[in-house]
């Protein structure tokens, strides 16, 4: 056959003869090619002149403790022996960051994105039910990796443990009752608290486990720890729990490469002989059965449900039913980071499928490396444990993340890291009413939940009534509080605590966090879908109900949701950026023009401005010149429908003329609700969400006009009572109690004044008839929080106009009148561009400036409040 040569490498564990030493010699096989043997070189006694070292003195406590040991020397065992190469640690019964080497006699770990904090753990595929046996481990080398900037990760940075378990259980031990072990910290585990039991132990050492079942013994059922060949613990005893049952050597690691030895050979002799696992007497162990055959494809599970309907609880329910499946989650990363030794967060952060990983102390994306790692590393090592053939490895993996699952895309992209010539890929859809299994289940869990909170707080009243016993001055010789009642064993009785009727009909449970975080949700929930065999799914399994009625549910869901959930991301498209623009232009001439109206001095100016207008019109259609006489028009008399012109109803008078304050609050109001509402549904374009609630009303608002919005600026405390004000523009559907606009998109903006003018009349008429309640009174200051102002970089829209915190005009803008003293209204914008943004609109969503000696002007008088706001 062929052999290795080791060089240059540690001592042979046998003693050398006299005047010799022995080494092995390192080289490398062929590739591909399995050693069949080992050359052993022994180097000649050291020549003239370079006399060998002399041997360490004898160590007295050594010897004496050699002396005391307790153990004997292994009897002549004529049994059957088991086959050496049958016994070995099983790689299919690992955490996925093992990486085993040289035909699984060293084992080393991940030490990248984060897994250099995570334990490693293997168990043997032998476990011991009889007999005394021992098994060795040698730390070759350990790793030290570089921390994120500000954290020192937890210590110990290198640890092994080594021990006993029963099939099936944890990976990691020391966190349950199915095993036992030393760590390299010299603690022992086993039940209750850990205990100091020997020194520390680290790189270079060899430490082996020594395990006595053998009844006959005076320490049987022990173990013990030795380390290079010396004890270095008493025999330390294994709990009742664990006799009885196949008891399989069980290593876990992080940082470090180790080297296995389960025998025949040993690497460091004991001071008595024992046989080792793989020279056992095959009655002594249960090996079970290697798999013959065509290896099996391994099953990959993709759950697929809806948040917050039960879909953790299923899972949980399914690895518990399937102990040999993986789950693969953030969530499941996490439970791994905790039994690696780093502590539980004390308070519940981010959601149950992403949970916060910022109570590590690592960062919120500390959990992106491990997820991009573990996704590469995860389908590769399952793979190879299928085609290896299954003994008592993995059944399969369970990728439990709720929110990838729902999305077609992020379906795809995870199927894809699992072939189909490697894995079958099931689909298993948790949608609809569960079956009567998951609800016992529910109801179960509810019922321990219920009893939890009732023993906390039975607990928490006990210490108070202590507490105030003490305050009281009663002492511990003061009347004591009622102990919960006990069981015959000692232990307390189990609280008595029953389920409502509304409990009892509950098919999911309440937990601390949200399947998924809300904002993520918002994201992400319009592109829920349920799987199709044409994403690449070998099996579509529906375990609630039937595909029709899934498909029914998931639609139904998505369009309530988006009828209840904000639109976060979204951005006013260029169509409300240019009608914006036009009707803030507009407002502002029609407010200078009514000012100028009511100033005798200005209306002059205004007047004649008209003639020449009308004498200019003339000169063009070559009529007569009019007459210089103005016609008499009774204001509030003429039809509002029949006016052409909103500045000049026909003798100079804007059709605005007369309005008050809160005459131009509710102009801007209708105007800027409808503008919102059909700007709203062309730019989020989905027919299933034509509007939004009354409660997003104030989101939106900010968001398009970048100011709030109030109804203390109205006078009212409900939204009924803004509808009575502006019903003929805005108002709610009954049945989905969204908001709706009355008019077309394409109404034009007099309309409005047209509207605004005619209610105005109409409150004029009922308040001359006695009317109290027709008078409108706003307040002209309404205390509001104003929207965060956005960054420097993002002011303005990309067409060059800005948009103004609060509705403010821009300080910089021209505001003088145009050159011809026309009104704004004809000329455009004003030169700079920039227009005051707001206008009348201040008490809805912050006052915009405007000239004093106006009458119904937001600062009437008060220019000095003006300038205090500027600098506010």
């Known amino acids: 056959g062929t052999a290795a040569v080791l060089s240059g490498g540690p001592a042979l564990p046998a003693a050398p003869r006299s005047g010799a030493r022995s080494s092995l010699l390192f080289a490398h096989a062929p590739l591909g090619v399995r050693p069949t043997g080992w050359m052993v070189a022994t180097t000649p006694e050291a020549p003239s002149g370079l006399p060998p070292p002399p041997p360490p003195p004898p160590d007295s406590a050594q010897a004496a403790e050699a002396a005391k040991e307790v153990e004997e020397d292994a009897p002549e065992d004529t049994r059957k022996k088991v086959d050496a190469n049958a016994v070995s640690m099983n790689l299919q019964d690992t955490t996925i960051n093992v990486m085993p080497v040289s035909f699984g006699k060293l084992f080393m770990t991940l030490t990248d994105g984060g897994m250099?904090?995570?334990?490693?753990?293997?168990?043997?595929?032998?476990?011991?039910?009889?007999?005394?046996?021992?098994?060795?481990?040698?730390?070759?080398?350990?790793?030290?990796?570089?921390?994120?900037?500000?954290?020192?990760?937890?210590?110990?940075?290198?640890?092994?443990?080594?021990?006993?378990?029963?099939?099936?259980?944890?990976?990691?031990?020391?966190?349950g009752p199915e095993s036992v072990c030393?760590?390299?910290?010299?603690?022992?585990?086993?039940?209750?608290?850990?205990?100091?039991?020997?020194?520390?132990?680290?790189?270079?050492?060899?430490?082996?486990?020594?395990?006595?079942?053998?009844?006959?013994?005076?320490?049987?059922?022990?173990?013990?720890?030795?380390?290079?060949?010396?004890?270095?613990?008493?025999?330390?005893?294994?709990?009742?729990?664990?006799?009885?049952?196949?008891?399989?050597?069980?290593?876990?690691?992080?940082?470090?490469?180790?080297?296995?030895n389960l025998g025949p050979e040993l690497m460091a002799p004991l001071p008595f002989r024992c046989r080792m696992l793989a020279d056992a007497a095959e009655a002594d162990l249960e090996v079970p059965p290697v798999a013959t055959g065509e290896p099996k494809k391994l099953e990959v599970i993709f759950p697929i449900g809806l948040p917050d309907t039960g879909y953790f609880d299923w899972v949980d329910a399914y690895l518990e039913e399937h102990p040999r499946v993986d789950e693969l989650s953030d969530r499941s990363v996490l439970d791994w980071a905790a039994r690696s030794g780093m502590p539980r967060p004390r308070g519940a952060q981010g959601s149950n499928d992403r949970p916060d990983a910022r109570h590590f102390g690592y960062g919120a994306d500390a959990l992106k490396p491990l997820r991009r790692l573990l996704g590469h590393v995860a389908p590769s090592t399952a793979a190879a444990a299928a085609a290896a053939g299954r003994t008592t490895g993995r059944d399969g993996l369970v990728v439990a993340q709720l929110r990838s699952n729902l999305v077609a895309d992020e379906r795809r992209d995870a199927l894809a890291a699992y072939p189909a010539s490697e894995f079958k890929r099931v689909a298993m859809v948790l949608v609809g009413e569960p079956d009567a299994k998951h609800k016992e289940r529910i109801q179960e869990l509810l019922l321990a939940d219920k009893r939890r909170a009732a023993e906390e707080d039975h607990k928490r009243g006990a210490d108070q009534r202590k507490k105030d016993d003490i305050h009281e001055g009663k002492g511990a010789d003061g009347e004591q509080a009622p102990a919960q009642e006990a069981e015959a064993d000692g232990a307390p009785k189990p609280m008595e605590v029953?389920?409502?009727?509304?409990?009892?009909?509950?098919?999911?449970?309440?937990?601390?966090?949200?399947?998924?975080?809300?904002?993520?949700?918002?994201?992400?929930?319009?592109?829920?879908?349920?799987?199709?065999?044409?994403?690449?799914?070998?099996?579509?399994?529906?375990?609630?109900?039937?595909?029709?009625?899934?498909?029914?549910?998931?639609?139904?869901?998505?369009?309530?949701?988006?009828?209840?959930?904000?639109?976060?991301?979204?951005?006013?498209?260029?169509?409300?950026?240019?009608?914006?623009?036009?009707?803030?232009?507009?407002?502002?001439?029609?407010?200078?023009?009514?000012?100028?109206?009511?100033?005798?001095?200005?209306?002059?100016?205004?007047?004649?401005?008209?003639?020449?207008?009308?004498?200019?019109?003339?000169?063009?259609?070559?009529?007569?010149?009019?007459?210089?006489?103005?016609?008499?028009?009774?204001?509030?008399?003429?039809?509002?429908?029949?006016?052409?012109?909103?500045?000049?109803?026909?003798?100079?008078?804007?059709?605005?003329?007369?309005?008050?304050?809160?005459?131009?609050?509710?102009?801007?109001?209708?105007?800027?609700?409808?503008?919102?509402?059909?700007?709203?549904?062309?730019?989020?374009?989905?027919?299933?969400?034509?509007?939004?609630?009354?409660?997003?009303?104030?989101?939106?608002?900010?968001?398009?006009?970048?100011?709030?919005?109030?109804?203390?600026?109205?006078?009212?405390?409900?939204?009924?009572?803004?509808?009575q004000l502006i019903g003929d523009t805005v108002t709610m559907e009954k049945d989905t109690s969204f908001?709706?606009?009355?008019?077309?998109?394409?109404?034009?903006?007099?309309?409005?004044?047209?509207?605004?003018?005619?209610?105005?009349?109409?409150?004029?008429?009922?308040?001359?008839?006695?009317?109290?309640?027709?008078?409108?009174?706003?307040?002209?200051?309404?205390?509001?929080?104003?929207?965060?102002?956005?960054?420097?970089?993002?002011?303005?829209?990309?067409?060059?106009?800005?948009?103004?915190?609060?509705?403010?005009?821009?300080?910089?803008?021209?505001?003088?009148?145009?050159?011809?003293?026309?009104?704004?209204?004809?000329?455009?914008?004003?030169?700079?561009?920039?227009?005051?943004?707001?206008?009348?609109?201040?008490?809805?969503?912050?006052?915009?400036?405007?000239?004093?000696d106006t009458r119904g002007s937001l600062e009437r008088g008060q220019p000095h409040r003006d300038r205090e706001r500027d600098r506010d």
């Open 739 to 852: 908001l709706k606009t009355q008019l077309p998109e394409d109404e034009p903006p007099a309309s409005f004044v047209k509207r605004t003018e005619a209610e105005r009349r109409d409150r004029q008429r009922r308040a001359d008839a006695g009317d109290e309640t027709a008078e409108l009174k706003f307040p002209r200051h309404v205390p509001t929080a104003p929207p965060s102002r956005p960054p420097q970089s993002a002011r303005g829209y990309s067409d060059g106009s800005s948009r103004h915190h609060g509705g403010r005009p821009d300080p910089r803008g021209d505001r003088r009148p145009p050159p011809d003293g026309r009104s704004a209204s004809r000329h455009g914008p004003p030169p700079s561009g920039r227009p005051t943004f707001g206008g009348a609109g201040g008490p809805i969503g912050g006052a915009g400036r405007e000239r004093p």
């Open 116 to 175: 250099q904090y995570f334990l490693a753990g293997m168990r043997a595929n032998a476990g011991l039910k009889a007999g005394r046996y021992m098994f060795e481990v040698s730390i070759l080398e350990t790793v030290y990796s570089a921390e994120p900037q500000g954290s020192r990760g937890p210590t110990p940075k290198q640890q092994l443990r080594i021990g006993l378990s029963t099939a099936g259980s944890s990976l990691f031990m020391c966190d």
């Open 182 to 260: 030393f760590d390299s910290e010299g603690f022992f585990h086993s039940e209750g608290p850990r205990k100091k039991a020997s020194s520390k132990f680290g790189k270079a050492a060899t430490v082996a486990l020594l395990v006595n079942l053998d009844p006959s013994s005076p320490n049987a059922n022990t173990v013990s720890l030795f380390r290079d060949g010396v004890r270095a613990c008493p025999p330390q005893v294994i709990p009742e729990k664990l006799r009885g049952e196949p008891l399989y050597p069980h290593l876990a690691y992080k940082n470090a490469t180790l080297q296995v």
């Open 498 to 723: 029953e389920l409502t009727e509304e409990e009892k009909g509950k098919w999911c449970r309440p937990t601390p966090l949200p399947d998924i975080a809300e904002e993520v949700l918002a994201r992400s929930y319009a592109d829920f879908t349920l799987p199709t065999r044409e994403e690449g799914f070998d099996d579509i399994v529906y375990v609630w109900q039937g595909e029709a009625e899934a498909s029914g549910i998931v639609r139904d869901w998505v369009i309530s949701r988006k009828r209840a959930t904000r639109v976060e991301d979204l951005q006013p498209g260029a169509a409300f950026k240019a009608a914006w623009l036009e009707w803030t232009t507009m407002l502002q001439g029609w407010r200078k023009l009514q000012g100028e109206w009511k100033d005798p001095a200005k209306k002059k100016a205004v007047l004649e401005r008209r003639m020449e207008r009308l004498r200019k019109d003339a000169e063009d259609k070559g009529a007569p010149p009019p007459s210089e006489e103005l016609p008499v028009i009774d204001m509030e008399e003429h039809d509002v429908n029949t006016v052409d012109d909103l500045d000049d109803i026909g003798n100079g008078e804007p059709l605005y003329a007369n309005y008050e304050f809160e005459d131009w609050v509710l102009l801007s109001a209708r105007y800027e609700l409808h503008l919102l509402l059909h700007s709203f549904r062309k730019d989020v374009d989905d027919a299933d969400r034509p509007s939004f609630a009354e409660r997003d009303l104030s989101f939106y608002y900010a968001k398009y006009f970048k100011k709030s919005f109030t109804l203390k600026a109205f006078a009212v405390e409900t939204m009924d009572g803004l509808f």
